[in-house]
């Protein structure tokens, strides 16, 4: 399984990106696809995440209200839009994937077996 993460660069704060992650796998063979990111010096954090059946989704406190995960099966997609964004959203997104992800560990990268090579947010103030 390969998980291509795209759509990072360089904006405004209050600003807006739209990553994209494309699976080389059918999207329905996950039980979740999620959004983590990591800033320099700091672990790795839990955004966003999507129930690839249900559509049902999850997000940080920090980023709710403002962030939408969505996905397209049919083009083996999930999209992150990142909205009104701030300086502290800086970090490298990663996508990752989970076949056997339950719904109380979404928030955690070890529930992921797939991960994708990050795309780079920074924005400015």
């Known amino acids: 399984v390969q998980l291509q993460a795209s759509g990072g660069g360089l904006v405004q704060a209050g600003g807006s990106l739209r990553l994209s992650c494309v699976s080389s796998e059918r999207t329905r063979s996950f039980r979740y696809m999620a959004w983590f990111r990591q800033a320099p010096g700091k672990e790795r954090e839990f955004v966003a995440a999507?129930?690839?059946?249900?559509?049902?989704?999850y997000y940080a406190d920090s980023v709710k209200g403002r962030f939408t995960i969505s996905r397209d099966n049919a083009k083996n997609t999930v999209i992150l839009q990142m909205n009104s964004l701030k300086p502290e959203d800086t970090a490298v997104y990663y996508c990752?994937?989970?076949?056997?992800?339950?719904?109380?560990?979404?928030?955690?990268?070890?529930?992921?077996?797939?991960w994708g090579q990050g795309t780079l947010v920074t924005v400015s103030s």
């Open positions: 990752a994937a989970g076949k056997s992800t339950i719904t109380s560990e979404v928030y955690y990268p070890r529930a992921y077996g797939y």
């Open positions: 999507i129930s690839m059946s249900g559509g049902f989704t």
